[in-house]
């Protein structure tokens, strides 16, 4: 919320905001995680996710890719 007044994240509704951040960040490791547990992924598929989707390397880059996405957008300067 602070980051929305500051003007620095677009102005969402919370529930709005954590879906996107949560569908972004967690529900790979989620659905990977039950992929793996279903049995039903090969095991390179299984070793692809731990090292590419797991690591803490891997949630930053996704944290930084979906505040991104909710930046407030820019001003151009121009006058419409």
């Not at 989620?30 to 590419?52: C, K, R, Y």
């Amino acid at each position: 919320l602070q980051a929305q007044k500051e003007g620095s994240l677009r102005k969402l509704p919370l529930p709005q905001a954590l879906a996107f951040l949560m569908g972004g960040v967690a529900m790979p490791i989620i659905v990977g995680t039950a992929a793996i547990n279903s049995g039903l992924l090969p095991s390179f598929v299984h070793d692809q996710l731990e090292e590419v989707v797991f690591t803490d390397a891997a949630i930053a880059e996704r944290l930084d890719m979906v505040l991104a996405g909710m930046a407030a957008p820019k001003k151009s300067g121009v006058k419409k």
